[in-house]
């Protein structure tokens, strides 16, 4: 590996993958057994602070200059988020919980379930693993369960209603395997992986695709070709923002507003940046009268009746005061039907695009939202928690855990009411935006982009539902299928 301004290794390439991020990576390594690789990822290497689980929010919080692992931006509803800038990507990251598609999920892909599990257990080898559950993350497990959370499914990777304790790609030292680690199944002979090289453009002639433009950490111009091999191919895993954002900087996209930004139309391709979704998630923070251990999501809740994940973290690993016992308890709606769109805000690639998710915009997610809520607080009531909880604990229906609102008869005609402008007014992300060059409207069922040849997606902008309750496991599986 090394950076853009060292020379290519060859002339020209099978694959140039542009993203070596969580699908880019073990793609890389799949197809350099056969073939010569390119990878362009625009960051660097993970910092040593960032491999570590209790360094998570000190590394997200991070967003300040051009070349930090997570590169900061705000949707158009307000809504704080980020997108990975590292080898590894999101996996370099994230909060490191690993759990599968659901066998609906992969049908509904399109994909064969034999060849995904066989993907899975090759991504599974090497980066992740079951955690040994701490106090804190074994009551909060205990609770999801008092509180209806049901049945006991105990440690797995698959993607089952009820409770579980599901994998992490930290191991047993708290140290982090992320997706770059699946190069070790690579022919190193054949891979070649150039670090802070941002592809500014694709390359066409026609609507073939030849190579990319990228530039390297100095800001000098470079060029990277395809072998003439009729198969060979550009691949963008540059991520839910970054692949669309492409495609539309190459002249893909509508001619409408490709037009408006000044970019010659390669494709008049509508459904480029569209059907943008993000998971609304709300964060019941918790101050905790016991000590609470580091940790990360472990647990999940995946309930059946209204579609949400709950999961929990603790301590260092959470807590922007160091040592504090802070504990939060998430809850994130699954399968949103509020739609959103992403469009260019400038011509520069290294800028963000404009991003809107419209949060809330169907009601059903509302309603979905207020559920969730509602079994939070029915799990932080529960004996389990108890210890992890003080009386004045304040809850998103109004009370307080030693005096709850929702345990008055008085309240329960507006209690719903109340929460959903909880929901609304505390809506955050968790980082599983998705959408952008979906199945069906922009790549077809093999990921090749519809209408160009020599051209493929391969992330999560081409989902319209995020698969398992963290979509890690099934985009490293997609590197690999």
């Known amino acids: 590996m090394s950076e853009p301004s060292v020379q290519l290794k060859w002339n ?44 998570f929010l000190l590394t997200y919080e991070n967003q300040l200059g051009s070349n930090t692992l997570v590169q900061g931006f705000v949707s158009t509803d307000g809504v704080r988020n980020g997108r990975a800038r590292v ?45 040994e559950l701490g106090p804190y993350q074994r009551a909060f497990r205990q609770s999801l369960l008092e509180a209806g959370v049901t049945p006991d499914n105990g440690a797995s990777y698959d993607f089952q209603v009820g409770t579980q304790t599901g994998g992490t790609n930290f191991d047993s030292q708290g140290f982090r395997r992320p997706a770059s680690n699946l190069f070790v199944y690579g022919n190193r002979t054949n891979l070649d992986v150039l670090l802070y090289a941002q592809v500014e453009l694709i390359l066409f002639k026609g609507l073939r695709a030849y190579g990319v433009r990228y530039t390297d950490f100095l800001g000098l111009p470079h060029t990277a070709l395809l072998s003439r091999h009729p198969k060979s191919e550009v691949i963008l895993c540059a991520g839910a923002l970054g692949s669309p954002q492409l495609l539309l900087l190459s002249g893909i996209g509508p001619a409408d507003h490709l037009t408006a930004m000044g970019i010659k139309v390669v494709l008049n391709a509508t459904g480029v940046g569209q059907q943008m979704r993000d998971n ?13 251990e580091s940790s990360l999501v472990q647990a999940v809740g995946i309930t059946a009746a209204f579609g949400t ?3 929990a973290a603790s301590g260092a690993a959470a807590a922007a005061i160091p040592g504090a016992p802070v504990e939060y308890i998430l809850q994130k709606a699954a399968g949103p039907l509020s739609v959103g769109k992403l469009v260019l805000g400038s011509t520069n690639v290294r800028d963000n695009p404009i991003v809107t998710f419209n949060y809330f915009q169907n009601p059903q997610d509302l309603a979905t939202c207020v559920a969730g809520v509602n079994r939070v607080e029915e ?4 004996n389990a928690f108890r210890p992890f909880v003080f009386d004045i604990q304040p809850l998103p229906s109004g009370g307080t855990v030693g005096s709850p609102n929702r345990r008055n008869p008085a309240f329960a005609p507006t209690l719903n009411a109340t929460i959903a402008t909880y929901c609304v007014t505390n809506v955050a992300t968790i980082w599983h935006y998705h959408g952008g060059c979906v199945v069906g409207q922009v790549v077809d069922s093999d990921y090749k982009v519809l209408g160009t040849q020599g051209l493929r997606v391969v992330d999560g902008s081409t989902f319209v539902f995020s698969p398992g309750t963290n979509p890690q496991a099934t985009v490293m599986m997609l590197g690999r299928y």
């Open 12 to 55: 020209s390439y099978d694959y140039i993958i542009v993203g070596g991020g969580t699908a880019g990576c073990p793609l890389a390594a799949t197809l350099s057994q056969r073939f010569k690789v390119l990878v362009l990822e625009r960051g660097g290497f993970p910092d040593p602070i960032s491999t570590r689980r209790d360094s």
């Open 87 to 131: 080898l590894g990507g999101g996996s370099s990251i994230n909060a490191g919980f690993y759990n599968r598609a659901s066998p609906q999920t992969i049908a509904d892909m399109g994909l064969d379930g034999s060849l995904a599990n066989a993907s899975f257990q090759w991504v599974e080898r090497i980066v992740a693993s079951f955690p």
């Open 280 to 292: 609304p998630t709300t964060r019941l923070v918790i101050l905790s009268p016991s000590p609470v």
């Open 309 to 311: 994940y709950i999961e």
């Open 379 to 382: 799990a932080v009531l529960t």
